[in-house]
């Protein structure tokens, strides 16, 4: 056969030649593959291998472990082969099983069951205590935004919730603040935004070359300027979220992820952090906010500080709670300076009555309603810090009072950490460092345990302590009796020795006693306290520091207009009795709130001074304040604020509006029980080191309902000594009277009149105020005449 023969032949079969070409090639390849690898050896540039992968890492465990491990798992071994151990372990096996079960489907019924179902599923979490970590943290994983919600409402574990996102990190403060100048500067054009960048926060450099983040291995050193422009934008952010459109905008803009930075950075710093949780307050108004605070881990944030030892952590963390709680059957919103005492955790039932109590100038939540301190006297300080919102700049000019006074002695009890602060000292111009606490609550002392194994001899014991030191026959003035009681000392200003308490060695002491000794006595009742900012000199208003176009905001009647709408937003009145407890001006912004609430058409703002059973004044100036005259001695140095000016002794603003109040007493009001409480003594000015009488017995007096005065200063009438003083126990005889009156069935004739007695005063009013205008106008045409 030829070769064209055979390359004919082999024409005809192509996949077959192909393929053993295929097979060919791969053989050789196969073959010669070591040499190959040899050959290119030499033009690629071997790589190093790590210092981690060159050697093999070994645990060496000592003989001796190792025997008693090998000990100990023959023991098992062994115990489980018994006959109890067979039967035992299948039932803690199942028992186990069972127990995780149930959480899963509680948890499950909690997101997806009916409102009632997921009420008593949460509450049924919150009393599982039994799960190991690991369970909590599964749970967490799979709980969502409403739930968790929830479960923080009615005081859960803190393990409910997820942990913080990089919780050991913090981030390098140059990097926040270029953050924040990213976030502040899409809110422009905003005047106040505007303002504060030409004044605080200037263009950011360009940031490069620095770490991003810190941990706690790391040295983490924050400038004293990069501290304090933080501080400023957080005040600020306070100032812009009270909008809830700008909130809504951070919202959308990632800001909870740079607030969780900040707080990361001023963990050790309370009064910081109650500023930036009255931030998240503000921005959890938002209505669809929840989600975000979930994914945030603002949830697991608040729930924590809702257990702080430090009350503005408590009451405002609390705060934003309730707001975002959605699925509280009895769920009201809390605007800015509005402020829930108690309850600050979910309840079952419905309040009863709504307890509101309004500070005076330059006061606070949780300075004005302290408890007084038996062994310091009340001193009113020419230079002080405005109260609550401690990152501001100071007063001058007759502020406030001496908040810090028993600083060092609850430091000691409490063990924390205090900071360290400068105050100015008038009498020496030197400035001292003064320690400054944190506003601990208040630890009731409990009675030592009877270690007694006899039955009847222990409760015999029992019954001796707890016998009174007096019989029902001795009576026991109270210690702040008015300086006009009876001769005879009965009734109201004494107590039966068998009902008094001694007080006088307790150890307790509060800094907010409405929201720690009232819910004791009232617990169907919700508190309220009202917390506005105010100042005594127009260069240090604080309120104006970020915004200069609310400079006006400082007049008594926009403060009033602005803080009645944000209370009938709370739901203040709602089928409740209302009582009021105003100290100095802040029954100066009552009276006028409620005139207010009279004559808007809304009915839900109306409800609110409808419902009004009781107010109690606590030094209020009706008439105005002898004080406030000193600006025409002191206005060029001082230049007095708009509060200071319109608290002028007989100001015909104040005599207007006190003629309005006392006609609405008697005519729609005239179902309200109201007591006036004045001060006896003058007020120690600590700086000159004389008596100062801020509000007159003239001043405080009404001619409608109770009256005393009291031997205490102007500072000590909002400070109750203990729970048995007159002070606050006439204070528990308005609400128990007015709350009782509310439930009794009004007059009819009452009802049905009371609108034309509105229309008739304020017919009235117009008629006075014009005929006013007339006489002051007919000089002026007479001169106009006669030339």
């Known amino acids: 056969m030829s070769l064209e023969d055979i390359k004919s032949k082999i024409r005809r079969y192509p996949r077959l030649l192909g393929g053993v070409g295929i097979l060919t090639t791969a053989g050789i390849i196969l073959y010669e593959l070591p040499q190959i690898k040899k050959f ?32 100990k798992l023959k023991q098992k071994q062994e115990d489980e082969k018994k006959w109890i151990n067979v039967i035992i372990n299948p039932i803690g096996k199942w028992w186990k099983a069972a127990k995780h079960s149930v959480a899963w489907r509680l948890l499950n019924i909690a997101q997806n069951g009916s409102q009632p179902e997921r009420l008593k599923a949460v509450q049924q979490l919150v009393c599982m205590d039994h799960l190991k970590d690991w369970d909590f943290r599964h749970l967490a994983q799979i709980c969502d935004a409403r739930t968790a919600v929830s479960l923080a409402r009615c005081g859960a574990d803190v393990r409910w919730f997820m942990p913080i996102h990089m919780r050991g990190c913090i981030k390098n403060p140059k990097m926040l603040l270029s953050d924040l ?13 505007d303002h504060f960048f030409s004044k605080y926060f200037p263009e950011q450099d360009s940031i490069e070359d620095i770490h991003e983040f810190f941990t706690h291995e790391q040295t983490i050193s924050l400038s004293t300027q990069d501290t304090d422009l933080l501080k400023e934008i957080i005040s600020f952010l306070h100032h812009i979220t009270k909008d809830p459109k700008v909130s809504a905008h951070i919202i959308r803009d990632g800001g909870l992820i740079h607030l969780m930075e900040l707080r990361k950075i001023f963990a050790d710093d309370n009064e910081t ?4 949780c009255k931030v998240l307050a503000n921005m959890s108004v938002v209505p669809d906010a929840v989600e975000h605070f979930f994914v945030s881990g603002w949830v697991g944030a608040l729930a924590e500080w809702q257990q702080c030892p430090d009350l503005r952590l408590q009451v405002v963390s609390a705060k934003a709670m309730a707001n975002l709680d959605h699925d509280d059957p009895n769920q009201s919103i809390y605007p800015p300076n509005v402020f829930p005492l108690h309850p600050r955790i979910r309840t079952r039932r419905k309040p009863k009555a709504d307890i509101v109590f309004v500070h005076g100038l330059l006061g606070g939540v949780f300075i004005t309603w302290r408890q007084r301190d038996r062994k310091r006297s009340t001193e009113l300080g020419l230079y002080g810090k405005n109260a609550f919102y401690t990152s501001e700049a100071d007063d001058v000019f007759l502020v406030g009072e001496q908040k810090r006074s028993n600083g060092k002695q609850q430091a000691k009890q409490s063990g924390d950490s205090v900071d360290e602060r400068t105050k100015i000292n008038a009498n ?13 609550t208040s630890k009731k002392v409990e009675k030592p345990q009877l270690n007694i194994s006899d039955a ?23 210690p702040d009796v008015p300086l006009n009681a009876n001769d005879e000392c ?13 007080q006088d060695g307790s150890q307790e002491y509060t800094n907010c006693w409405p929201m720690e000794w009232l819910p004791d006595d009232y617990p169907d009742s919700r508190i309220i306290g009202i917390d506005y900012t105010s100042a005594v000199t127009e260069w240090s208003a ?6 200069p176009c609310e400079k006006g905001q400082g007049h008594i009647d926009v403060r009033a207009g602005t803080l009645l709408e944000r209370i009938a937003a709370a739901d203040v009145g709602n089928n ?16 006028l709130i409620l005139l207010k609430s009279l004559d808007d058409p809304d009915p839900k703002v109306q409800q609110i001074a409808k419902n009004t059973t009781g107010i109690v004044f606590l030094g209020t100036p009706h008439r105005g304040s002898p004080i406030a005259k000193w600006k025409q001695h002191m206005q060029m140095i001082l230049s007095p604020s708009i509060e200071v000016k319109e608290m002028e002794e007989n100001s015909p603003k104040l005599l207007e509006m006190h003629r309005r109040f006392m006609g609405c007493l008697h005519t729609c009001l005239r179902h309200v029980k109201v007591c006036s409480i004045a001060e006896g003594s003058p007020t120690m000015l600590t700086t000159f080191k004389f008596p100062l009488r801020i509000v007159t017995e003239e001043s405080s007096r009404i001619d409608f309902g109770d009256f005393y005065l009291l031997k205490d200063d102007h500072l000590s009438l909002s400070k109750p000594i203990f729970r048995q003083s007159f002070l606050y126990q006439r204070l528990l005889h308005v609400i128990q009277e007015a709350v009782k009156d509310r439930d009794q069935p009004k007059d009819q004739d009452e009802l049905s009149n009371a609108q034309p007695d509105i229309l008739l005063i304020n017919i009235i009013a117009a008629v006075i105020k014009s005929t006013k205008g007339l006489f002051e106008y007919l000089p002026r045409v007479a001169v106009r005449f006669t030339t």
């Open 542 to 547: 604080n309120f104006t520091k970020y915004c």
């Open 490 to 502: 009965c009734g109201m200003f004494s107590v039966p020795g068998n009902e008094w308490c001694n």
């Open 428 to 440: 020496n111009n030197k400035a001292e460092t003064i320690n400054d606490p944190i506003l601990m």
């Open 273 to 276: 952090l109650s500023t930036l």
């Open 40 to 71: 290119f050896a030499h033009y690629v540039e071997k790589k190093s291998p790590e210092a981690d992968k060159r050697r093999t890492e070994y645990i060496y465990i000592k003989y001796h472990i190792y025997r008693e491990s090998m000990r």
């Open 576 to 591: 409740r009795s209302v009582v009021w407890i105003g100290h100095s001006m802040g029954g100066l912004l009552t009276k």
């Open 456 to 478: 009847a001899t222990k409760e015999f014991v029992e019954t001796l302590r707890n016998e009174a030191e007096l019989d029902s026959d001795w009576e026991v003035v109270h």
């Open 181 to 193: 100048h990213v976030m502040l500067a899409r809110l422009r054009p905003m005047p106040c935004v």
